[in-house]
T-cell receptor, first 110, second 114 residues
Framework: DADVTQTPRNRITKTGKRIMLECSQT?????MYWYRQDPGLGLRLIYY???????NKGEISDGYSVSRQAQAKFSLSLESAIPNQTALYFC?????????FGEGSRLTVL | GDSVTQMEGPVTLSEEAFLTINCTYTATGYPSLFWYVQYPGEGLQLLLK?????DKGSNKGFEATYRKETTSFHLEKGSVQVSDSAVYFC?????????????FGSGTQLTVLP
C-alpha cells in the first residue's frame, strides 16, 4: 500500500458543485501539504498543516479550504468549483526534510 | 520572493545520450536545492538534493552540483535510458513567515527514445 493515499484519483464535476479531495498517510508525519499542478506552472502550494491544530494558507488558497481531521488525514475542499480549478492535485507529507507525494487526484470542472 | 527557473521542454534524446537540464534560482539566504522526478501517472519522488554550496547530489546516475556563484543546480546524466522518461522538477526550500516550504520550477518533460 502507498504511504500517501489520495481519493478520488479522478473526478469530473460541474461548475458550482462542492468537491472534497481526501488524503491519508501512514508515515506518521506531522506536516502535510496540498499542491496543485498545472502544465507549464509546476506545483503551487494551496494549503499546509504542521499539526492538527495548525493550518496555513499557501500561495493560491483562494477558492479552497482544508480540514486536518487527524494526524493522518488532510482533506482539501472546493466549496463551489469553477473551470479554472481543473488541475492535478497532490497531497504530500514531510519528514526529515523530504516531501513524500501521493499519486495525485485529477479534477476536471466542466 | 524565492523562485526557480528551469530549462523549458520538452527534451527528446536517444538512449545513451548525455542529459543536461538547467536550473537556476533566486533566493535569500542559503536554500537547500532538490530535483524531483515524476514518472507517468505517479506523484513526485525525490531524486537528489544538496544542502550547501559545492555539494553534489547524486542518485541513479544523475548528478547536480550546488553552485552558489552562478545560483544554479543543473541536472546531468551521462547516459540516459528509456526508463528515465519523466518530468523533472527543480525545487528549493523557501520561507513563508517562519514556515519552511518548497518552491518548484515549472518542470521539464524528458522523453528518451530507444
Amino acid at each position: 500500500d502507498a504511504d500517501v493515499t489520495q481519493t478520488p484519483r479522478n473526478r469530473i464535476t460541474k461548475t458550482g458543485k462542492r468537491i472534497m479531495l481526501e488524503c491519508s498517510q501512514t508515515k506518521g508525519h506531522d506536516r502535510m501539504y496540498w499542491y496543485r499542478q498545472d502544465p507549464g506552472l509546476g506545483l503551487r502550494l494551496i494549503y499546509y498543516s504542521f499539526d492538527v491544530k495548525d493550518i496555513n494558507k499557501g500561495e493560491i488558497s483562494d477558492g479552497y479550504s482544508v480540514s486536518r481531521q487527524a494526524q493522518a488525514k488532510f482533506s482539501l475542499s472546493l466549496e463551489s468549483a469553477i473551470p479554472n480549478q481543473t488541475a492535478l492535485y497532490f497531497c504530500a507529507t514531510q519528514g526529515a526534510g523530504e516531501l513524500f507525494f501521493g499519486e495525485g487526484s485529477r479534477l476536471t470542472v466542466l | 520572493g524565492d523562485s526557480v527557473t528551469q530549462m523549458e521542454g520538452p527534451v527528446t534524446l536517444s538512449e545513451e545520450a548525455f542529459l543536461t537540464i538547467n536550473c537556476t534560482y533566486t533566493a535569500t539566504g542559503y536554500p537547500s536545492l532538490f530535483w524531483y522526478v515524476q514518472y507517468p501517472g505517479e506523484g513526485l519522488q525525490l531524486l537528489l538534493k544538496a544542502t550547501k554550496a559545492d555539494d553534489k547530489g547524486s542518485n541513479k546516475g544523475f548528478e547536480a552540483t550546488y553552485r552558489k556563484e552562478t545560483t544554479s543546480f543543473h541536472l546531468e546524466k551521462g547516459s540516459v535510458q528509456v526508463s528515465d522518461s519523466a518530468v523533472y522538477f527543480c525545487a528549493l526550500t523557501s520561507y513563508s513567515g517562519s514556515a519552511r516550504q518548497l518552491t518548484f520550477g515549472s518542470g521539464t518533460q524528458l522523453t528518451v527514445l530507444p
